[in-house]
């Protein structure tokens, strides 16, 4: 049984463990001032971007040796026009270098939480995360985790890849907020 | 009855003709050095990114006051790792700048050929053109155009979003060459 901690408290979160105890993952869902169980293999941060640096600050430490999950879509909420990270960069790739011990996945940034909790995008069509990272076996595990929860999962390629699936949330968020996606729906993978 | 060219001769450029035909608009295919109808409203640009420069060098003046759609991937072929225009920018932006007299939308990047065809993704989703730019009438006229031809449409803002319609398409084309999605599969809009 693979032991989980999710830092945040949001829906993504409720719908994060929603699917991974589905899967037979034990759950931990940990406030960004809890205490992280050392047990925990697979670390989801949960949290929005401009959250992040706390919460690395704080849990750092703890954090080395574990997969390291990002689900952010650094949008800079200032403009709505574009991310607030380097253009040829990722919020992913500024974890990875800030936490070098840790095996740092971009991953659950493109799915929007209904699609997550139900496990279809629109109703019909199955939910899938993709997954963007260095380590081949911390993506291996986190696609076990999620297909076991009933999600499909699909390799994006290397932590590079999370520039584009950083674009992608931040252009189907754009769509949602100007009303042109349901929250329910969204990009789906059709494989 | 809408006049259409279409410089190009590839599958897209094929798919596309087929899409618009069916709508009843007025089609014509032109090699890269054909010559352009003077009536023509808008031109579809179905090249390779690196091909555009010649296009434009060619037929710049052509397309003074018309709607100009780049439908480009500009990948870098070399190590099929990036894009090879600015982080920050996209190839739209360039081809704007080059045509400060046209009304450039960026779309029918992030639709392989066959799902322009067939009109669905995977042979159950319809297939949705997303279609950015700055000018909300060209949108529509392209909108217009595309759902007549029986593809759905969605307006993805301004032409900053073609950086983001690239790097979907671009992660679109990684994931086909890396057989993790079928040619006619990729993503598809559920709105």
């Known amino acids: 049984m693979t032991h989980v901690s999710i830092i945040g408290s ?20 940990v406030g960004r001032d809890g205490t992280l169980d050392p047990a925990t293999e697979v670390v ?15 849990h750092g430490a703890a954090l080395a040796g574990k997969i390291v999950v990002d689900l952010t879509n650094p949008v800079d909420f200032a403009t709505f026009d574009s991310l607030a990270v380097p253009a040829d960069g990722s919020a992913a790739a500024l974890i990875a270098e800030a936490l070098p011990q840790s095996h740092v996945l971009k991953a659950l940034n493109t799915t929007f939480a209904a699609t997550l909790a139900t496990g279809t995008v629109g109703g019909d069509v199955p939910t899938t ?32 890849r999370a520039r584009e699936l950083e674009s992608l949330g931040f252009l189907q968020l754009t769509l949602a907020i100007g009303e042109k996606l349901p929250w329910t729906g969204g990009f789906a993978v059709i494989a």
């Not at 995360?129 to 595990?141: F, W």
């Open 10 to 29: 949001g829906s993504m979160a409720q719908a994060i463990s929603g699917v991974l105890t589905r899967g037979g993952a034990e759950v931990a869902i």
């Open 44 to 58: 989801v941060l949960a949290v929005p971007h401009h959250a992040v640096a706390d919460v690395l600050a704080r």
């Open 129 to 160: 995360v993709l997954i963007a990272g260095d380590d081949t076996t911390a993506k291996d595990t986190l696609a076990g985790l999620v297909e076991a929860g009933g999600l499909r999962a699909i390799d994006a390629g290397s932590l590079r």
